[in-house]
């Protein structure tokens, strides 16, 4: 997640709420893009991916 948001304010964007623990164990930060849209990057611990 930090890494994610680093990159974006690295491309212009504006962090909206910097990354922080969540009250469901995870992890996560808002960021606004040049133009204008809104965006969540999350890490889920409890995330388990199919095959």
Same mark, same amino acid.
């Given at each position: 997640v930090?890494?994610?948001m680093? &990159?974006? @304010?690295?491309?212009g964007a504006r962090v909206v709420k910097?990354?922080?623990k969540t009250? !469901?164990?995870g992890y996560a930060g808002y960021f606004q893009d040049p133009?204008?849209?809104? !965006? &969540? @990057?999350?890490y889920n611990p409890a995330?388990?991916?199919k095959d």
């Open positions: 930090d890494a994610a680093a &990159e974006a @304010v690295r491309a910097p990354a922080q009250f !469901w164990g133009d204008d849209h809104l !965006w &969540e @990057v999350v995330f388990i991916p």
